[in-house]
């Protein structure tokens, strides 16, 4: 009798064991279902996700291309009678730095521009429509000196302001 107590115990423990462990084992396959139906086609979505990299990938440039986008700028400057007193990539520049995935880094581009105020906001909305992600890091605005404020004002012209840009691109090395 002692003998049968003392196996059936153990039985009994093993017992509780495994159905500890299955459902332990069903929770998991629930979870995992759950999974899977959120996402019913993986295929569709690594396709998108490949589309959303490759216009990125159009968007974002390489070091190569910097003269370009320098010279976009300028054109976009020129549009809107923006005289442009200095323009030049930057490797020098240490801002804070996200994170950013293998391959891609970013491109900094500063620019000193003299314009009225108006004009500044007018291109400010046009770098938001060229064909590249612009980031503004920073921007300073000074206005210029009280001699040619006075100036200004008798010609009935509106002021003009020195603004300091920096832009920041994303530029892409390699996607694997």
């Not at 440039?61 to 054109?75: C, H, R, S, Y």
């Not at 923006?82 to 730095?97: H, Q, T």
């Not at 003299?114 to 400010?124: F, I, M, N, R």
């Not at 920073?138 to 010609?155: A, R």
């Amino acid at each position: 009798m002692l003998i049968i107590i003392f196996v059936g115990g153990r039985l009994s423990r093993y017992s509780n064991r495994l159905k500890e462990e299955l459902n332990n084992k069903q929770r998991e396959l629930e979870e995992d279902r759950r999974l899977v139906q959120l996402i019913p086609n993986p295929q569709k979505e690594i396709d998108k996700i490949r589309k959303g990299m490759d216009e990125l990938q159009n968007r974002a440039v390489t070091k190569k291309e910097l003269p370009k986008i320098i010279q976009q700028l300028i054109n976009k400057s020129s549009e809107l009678d923006i005289e442009i007193v200095s323009i030049k990539p930057r490797d020098d520049i240490e801002i804070e730095e996200e994170k950013l995935p293998q391959g891609v880094s970013k491109a900094y581009i500063e620019m000193i521009i003299k314009c009225p105020y108006q004009t500044l906001g007018e291109y400010l909305k046009e770098l938001n429509e060229l064909p590249i992600i612009f980031t503004i890091e920073s921007m300073y605005i000074e206005k210029i000196e009280e001699l040619e404020s006075i100036i200004n004002k008798k010609k009935k012209k509106e002021e003009d302001i020195f603004t300091t840009l920096v832009l920041s691109t994303y530029t892409i090395w390699r996607v694997e």
